[in-house]
């Protein structure tokens, strides 16, 4: 499991970084070009999506490694959280849980966390179709399926 995790925060940290300036380069064009930053477009729904994988990547191996035996022995887990060298009742990778004694050791956040990034990289990318699918008008480049039919 520690070869996995690390080989994902290796790719989850650049693809972080290149999304992030993407997007913030996105920006700082709409921004000098007079107009407003706008997500209604595929490239920065896109990057969003990207982003938010990423987060939801890294913070799945923060939590793995905090809370749960990856990076630990089962034992190690249980003595950090509760003070005893036993080991975990349960464990479970997806939802995250690791129960020592009867506690809860993965902390109530963590799992709706994840679950809140990884819905908003489904809608985004589910935006990004869309926005991609939607026929424009060729002279304004603004969607056709508001447009009166004679235009």
Known sequence: MDAQLDSATLLALPATVIA?????????????EGGRPRLASPRPLALVCCLSVCAALLFRVYAEATYATAFLDPEDVCRYSVGANVRPETQTRFPLSTVCQGVEVVPSWVNPTLYALLTLAAVTLTAAVLVVMTPRHPSTGKSLRNMPRGS
Not at 20 to 32: K, M, P, Y
Request: glycine letters at 8%; aromatic letters at 0%.
């Open 20 to 32: 992030l300036g993407l997007l913030t380069a996105h920006t700082v064009q709409r921004l000098r």
